[in-house]
């Protein structure tokens, strides 16, 4: 089985991709944010250490953590928010890693990790692969105002806070621009796939 970490900046349209991905091999797809929802559940691995640490306040009249309430508390404040990070970021590889173990048991030929923060987050020691899919800034812009009715001024603020092309293309083993057509982008993949 190979492991394959695929990351991007937000709009180079990494869900089509991995949805095309899925549809085409045998692979199974984890997608950290995801995974990241999930640990901060009630029951989750974060659960506990984050009502610990933020009090019973970030939490809903379901006792769910609130989100919402808990993006305002680390949105300006860095010290919260690397607390917060050292939270989930571990639960989440930690349960990847079971979910990795599981896809080898049921003969999957392809684990696909997606996350904006691969390089970050430390998954290099996971996977036998980085993906790097790259979208001009126009195509990505345009992307965001259509799929996700995003502002130019809500983009910005997401861009700024993403790794730079240059530091994505240096920590990744390939680069494939998906800027034209998906069926372009899937033939370029498919090479890189089967190496």
């Known amino acids: 089985m190979k492991t394959i970490g695929i990351t991007g900046g937000i709009?180079?349209?990494?869900?089509?991709?991995?949805?095309?991905?899925?549809?085409?091999?045998?692979?199974?797809?984890?997608?950290a944010d995801r995974v990241g929802h999930e640990v901060m559940e009630k029951g989750g691995e974060a659960?506990?250490?984050i009502v610990d640490y933020f009090t019973e306040?970030?939490?809903d009249t379901d006792r769910n953590i609130d989100r919402k309430k808990l993006a305002s508390i680390v949105f300006n404040?860095?010290?919260?928010?690397?607390?917060?990070n050292s939270f989930v970021h571990p639960a989440v590889k930690h349960e990847i890693i079971r979910r990795k173990e599981q896809a080898q048991k049921d003969n999957i030929d392809?684990?696909?990790?997606?996350?904006?923060?691969?390089?970050?987050?430390g998954y290099r020691d996971i996977c036998d692969k980085f993906i790097y899919i790259y979208a001009n800034e126009n195509v990505r812009r345009e992307r965001l105002r259509q799929s996700r009715g995003m502002t130019d001024e809500k983009i910005n603020e997401v861009m700024k806070n993403q790794l730079s092309e240059?530091?994505?293309?240096?920590?990744?083993?390939?680069?494939?621009d998906n800027s034209g057509k998906m069926e372009e982008t899937f033939e370029k993949l498919k090479k890189i796939l089967v190496l």
């Open 11 to 31: 709009g180079c349209g990494k869900s089509a991709i991995l949805a095309m991905i899925e549809n085409n091999y045998n692979a199974r797809i984890v997608e």
């Open 47 to 49: 659960y506990n250490k």
């Open 57 to 59: 306040d970030i939490l």
């Open 77 to 84: 404040n860095k010290e919260k928010l690397e607390k917060l």
């Open 110 to 121: 392809f684990f696909i990790i997606e996350a904006a923060l691969l390089i970050e987050a």
């Open 166 to 176: 240059d530091v994505f293309t240096k920590m990744c083993d390939y680069k494939v």
